[in-house]
């Protein structure tokens, strides 16, 4: 596989975990807000910069879109304690609720709606069910 094959595959996983997302129930998020809100949930209590270096958005997107969710109720910046400069990004009871619901909806369906043949669409999710955890990092966001 090369680089551009990689990109491609990750342009399509993305575009089916939207359709799995969305079958768990419709959000007014951003893909944007999407990311940022997975990004605090996989990494509680972070910084924005470091929200920035993982999800490779600019430093004012990614503060506009904390900025909109923390209004929304769905994410909280608090003081670092051991650097007052800094903010920490941390989502509410709420946002980590309906991450979880989300979370648990398997994309098996979304997978079988855009692949037409079952048996390849089974051995897809199988492939991508070992991948996983192999090049994902465990959660943390409890």
Do not use: W
Not at 27 to 53: K, M, Q, W, Y
Not at 60 to 76: F, I, K, N, T, Y
Not at 112 to 133: F, Q, S, V, W
């Amino acid at each position: 596989m090369d680089g551009m094959q990689l990109l491609q595959l990750g342009k399509y996983l993305t575009e089916l975990g939207r359709d799995a997302i969305d079958q768990a129930g419709p959000t007014s998020l951003t893909p944007g807000e999407v990311a940022v809100i997975a990004d605090a949930f996989r990494n509680p209590d972070c910084s924005v910069r470091e929200i920035v270096a993982r999800t490779g958005f600019a430093q004012s997107h990614v503060s506009a879109s904390v900025a909109r969710l923390r209004e929304r109720g769905l994410l909280q910046t608090v003081p670092d304690p051991a650097d007052g400069r800094r903010t920490l990004v941390r989502l509410t009871d709420r946002a980590r609720r309906a991450v979880r619901s989300r979370a648990d909806h398997r994309a098996d369906e979304a997978i079988t709606r855009a692949i037409a043949d079952p048996g390849r669409a089974e051995r897809i999710i199988a492939l991508l069910d070992e991948l996983a955890p192999l090049l994902l990092p465990p959660t943390t966001g409890q």
